[in-house]
Every structure is written in structure tokens, then in C-alpha cells.
């Protein structure tokens, strides 16, 4: 009797471990066709050439493919281990869901793990220098020879990496003990590496978050049809197609020897049409579209942010008082035993719709700063580099998004896998200061994106204006027309 229990419990087990790899390969497969689909929308139609240069970027795309698909699951991840603890708290023996379970949930942690390390280190620096590569002097030029320069490089790279990671680590800690676990590759070295990969993830989140959340009412704005109050939509399109027929007429006049002129007008003409097209949209826009869409959307990001900055400052006070606040403190009951919040399924949909929001704003403001404003991706004019760059910056801020939600108190989810072993998890001022950081920068984005319009009126009152002390003349606000259709006046 115990040679069958043995055996069948040996059966059950291969059962799960095929189930749960089944599951895993699926789910992968979904994130991959879809990242896919949008690389494909943005790269570059150019490139696609038939030699040597053409196999070199379908292994670019490939690996870049990978990459945002990773991405997207270290996005998931988080959500889909919230929802799936209170799925598995409502129905604990429902037959449906049976393959629902911790280790699957564990599996997932290692495997984003596995993989952000995968990309981070390996696949996209590969493919940034076998894009780059051209083979040594002296050898046949091929295929060949770009995968040994890239090797060569990749080698040297990691030999720089790693002298860092050893002269810092011996920096910090001067002991025997250190000493010792400098020579271990992979469990000292590689966990470090991460370590401080995460901790610079979570300081760009930190730098981009707060910029995004303000950034946000912005870009809802100019997706959606704002309210048409004291505007006469018919007058503009009539000025707006007076103008057009002027800019035609002012083309076909002048000679194809003034090139400039003509690029210049040409563009200005094609603005005009984009004005014209967006005034139409708002004229054809229904009453509700107007005037109960736009509002909703403004006051939903509004409750959102100020939950977000609430829910930061109660942190605040919990890591004050209660050391199990901390994100690297005592592990939670488990999954599937306890809810992990006081409001129950309510509550995790909340924290899901917050760690979202979280990371749209966070892109949204990665690519608002200046220093990465040329990291935009262009529809069908996106070169293979910057896409890279940009798999590469997008793995960088997803990994660091369930660290930051668990670190600013966002969510109560204890960090699986390697997620939760960073060191600086466990220091007390880094995750405090890191919470007062994120309040009030946050807190001063939102004062300025909401005070510009009356410190621009000051500044033109005072007659400062001249001196460029406000921020307005170099805000795309003011300085273009807006995606409605209309120019911001008093």
C-alpha cells in the first residue's frame, strides 16, 4: 500500500508540473503574439531588407519581442496574484479552478525572475551589439563573424560588470564573510547585480511616477472631447478652412526651385488639416461624449491619485509604528488563506486598478522627461537601436513595479522569488525615505500642474513673463494646439 500511495503521489505531482508548465507556456505564448503586434506597428518598415543586415533584425526583433513580453508578465504578475488569492479565499474547492494554486503562483515569481535576468544581462545587450557588430578586421564577413565580436563583447562587458559589482561589494562590506561570498557567481553575484538593478528601477519609477501622475489629466485631455463652452465650433472650421485654401493657393504659386519654402508651407499645411480634422471630431462628438465623458474621466483620475497619496502616507505611519510594515518583513499567511485586504474583493480590485494606473503613469511620465523624450517610438519609423532602448527601459520599470507597489504600501502582497531577497528591502530609512519621496513629489507635481495656468496670469500681470519664469512657454500645451481642436486662451 505505501509502493502505491508512493507511486501515485509521484503521478499526481508529474500531473501538476506538466499542468502548471502547460499553463505558463500559454499564457507566454498570448504575451508574445501580442508584443509582437505592437513592435511590429512601430518598427521601422526600411529595415526589412533581403541580405545579411535582414537575418540580423529578425534576431533583434525576436529578442526584443521576448523582452516586452517579459515585461508584460512582471506587469501581471502582481494583479494576477491579487486576484488569484481571493479567488482561491471565495471558492477553496471549486473543481474549475483546482489548477489555481500556490505553486503556480510561486512558478510565475521565479520565472519573471528568471527571465527579467535573462534579458537584462544576456539576450539585450546580444542583441544591441550583434545589431551593431560588422565582424572583425581580417575575418570573412558574415554571420559568423558579427556572433563572434558580439561574444567578444558581451565577454568584455561582463568581466566590466562584474569588477564593478566586486570593488563596490568589497567597498561596503569589508569582512570576512563578504570576502568570501564575493567568489560565489551565483549566489552573490547575480542577486546583487539584480539587487541594485532593482533599487535603480525603483528610483526611476520614483523620478517618473509623480511626473506621470500629473502628466495624466493632460494626455486624457487631449484623447478625449473636452466640453464645448463659449466656442463657436462652426466659426473655426470656417477660419480653419480659410486658412487651408490660402496655404493651397500659396503652394501651387510658388516654383519647385524654392525648396524650403515649399517643405515649410507643406508642413504647415498639413497641420492646418489635423486641426481641421480634430475641430470636425468635436463637432461630430455627441452631447454625453462632451459633456459627461470627459468630466467622469477627469474626477476618476482625480480619486485615484489622491487614494494613491493617501495610501502612501498611511504607509508611512505604519512603518512608524509597526516593523511588519516593512516589504521585507514577516511573511503573510499564504495564498489562498487570508485576504489581504480590510475590504475584501473590493479592496484587491482597488489595489489591481492602483498598481495600474501606477505603471501608465509611470511610462507616461518616462517618456515626458527630456532626457528620454527621444526614446518616443514613431508608427512605422522606429528604428531596431531604439527599440531596443526602449524593451530595455519599459523591463526596467515593470520589474521595479511590484517592488514599489509592495514598498510604498500600495498593495499587501508578500514579494515572491527573488523579488523579495533585495537587501535593500530590509533598511528601514531607504523605505521610509523612499515613501516621503514619492508624497512629496507627487504632491508638488500635482500643486504645479494645477496652479500653471494661475502663476502664468501673475507672471504676465507682474510683467515677468518676458523673463521665461514660468513654464508654460515650454509646454506643448500652450505652444501647440491642443488634440481637441482648439488653442488654450483666456
Not at 454625453?288 to 493617501?310: D, G, H, K, Q
Not at 484587491?348 to 501608465?360: D, G, N, P, Q, T
Request: glycine letters at 6%; a negative charge; hydrophobic letters at 50%.
Amino acid at each position: 500500500m505505501e509502493g502505491q500511495d508512493e507511486v501515485s503521489a509521484r503521478e499526481q505531482h508529474f500531473h501538476s508540473q506538466v499542468r502548471e508548465s502547460t499553463i505558463c507556456f500559454l499564457l507566454f505564448a498570448v504575451l508574445y503574439v501580442v508584443s509582437y503586434f505592437i513592435i511590429t506597428r512601430y518598427k521601422r518598415k526600411s529595415d526589412e531588407q533581403e541580405d545579411e543586415d535582414a537575418i540580423v533584425n529578425r534576431i533583434s526583433l525576436c529578442l526584443s519581442t521576448f523582452t516586452l513580453a517579459v515585461s508584460a508578465g512582471a506587469v501581471l504578475l502582481l494583479p494576477f496574484s491579487i486576484i488569484s488569492n481571493e479567488i482561491l479565499l471565495s471558492f477553496p474547492h471549486n473543481y474549475y479552478i483546482q489548477w489555481l494554486n500556490g505553486s503556480l503562483i510561486h512558478g510565475l515569481w521565479n520565472l519573471a525572475s528568471l527571465f527579467s535576468n535573462l534579458c537584462l544581462f544576456v539576450l539585450m545587450p546580444f542583441a544591441f551589439f550583434f545589431l551593431e557588430s560588422e565582424g572583425f578586421a581580417g575575418l570573412k564577413k558574415g554571420i559568423r563573424a558579427r556572433i563572434l565580436e558580439t561574444l567578444v563583447m558581451l565577454i568584455l562587458l561582463a568581466l566590466l560588470i562584474l569588477g564593478i559589482v566586486w570593488v563596490a561589494s568589497a567597498l561596503i562590506d569589508n569582512d570576512a564573510a563578504s570576502m568570501e561570498s564575493l567568489y560565489d557567481l551565483w549566489e552573490f553575484y547575480l542577486p546583487y547585480l539584480y539587487s541594485c538593478i532593482s533599487l535603480m528601477g525603483c528610483l526611476l519609477l520614483l523620478l517618473c511616477t509623480p511626473v506621470g501622475l500629473s502628466r495624466m489629466f493632460t494626455v486624457m485631455g487631449q484623447l478625449l472631447v473636452k466640453p464645448t463652452i463659449l466656442e463657436d465650433l462652426d466659426e473655426q472650421i470656417y477660419i480653419i478652412t480659410l486658412e487651408e485654401e490660402a496655404l493651397q493657393r500659396r503652394l501651387n504659386g510658388l516654383s519647385s526651385s524654392v525648396e524650403c519654402n515649399i517643405m515649410e508651407l507643406e508642413q504647415e499645411l498639413e497641420n492646418v488639416k489635423t486641426l481641421k480634422t480634430k475641430l470636425e471630431r468635436r463637432k461630430k462628438a455627441s452631447a454625453w461624449e462632451r459633456n459627461l465623458v470627459y468630466p467622469a474621466v477627469m474626477v476618476l483620475l482625480l480619486i485615484e491619485t489622491f487614494i494613491s497619496v493617501l495610501l502612501v502616507a498611511c504607509n508611512i505611519l505604519c512603518l512608524l509604528v509597526d516593523e511588519t510594515a516593512m516589504p521585507k518583513g514577516t511573511r503573510g499567511p499564504g495564498i489562498g488563506n487570508a485576504s489581504l485586504s480590510a475590504f475584501g474583493f473590493v479592496g484587491a480590485a482597488l489595489e489591481i486598478i492602483l498598481i495600474f494606473y501606477l505603471m501608465v503613469s509611470s511610462v507616461v511620465g518616462f517618456y515626458s522627461l527630456r532626457f528620454f523624450g527621444n526614446f518616443i517610438p514613431k508608427k512605422d519609423d522606429t528604428t531596431m537601436t531604439k527599440i531596443i532602448g526602449n524593451c530595455v527601459s519599459i523591463l526596467v520599470l515593470s520589474s521595479a513595479l511590484p517592488v514599489m507597489s509592495r514598498t510604498l504600501g500600495i498593495t499587501r502582497f508578500d514579494l515572491l522569488g527573488d523579488f523579495g531577497r533585495f537587501n535593500w528591502l530590509g533598511n528601514f530609512y531607504i523605505v521610509l525615505s523612499y515613501n516621503l519621496l514619492f508624497a512629496i513629489v507627487t504632491t508638488l507635481c500635482l500643486v504645479r500642474k494645477f496652479t500653471s495656468a494661475v502663476r502664468e496670469e501673475l507672471f504676465k500681470a507682474l510683467g515677468l513673463h518676458k523673463l521665461h519664469l514660468s513654464d508654460a512657454s515650454r509646454d506643448s500645451e500652450t505652444s501647440k494646439p491642443s488634440a481637441n481642436g482648439h488653442h488654450k486662451a483666456l
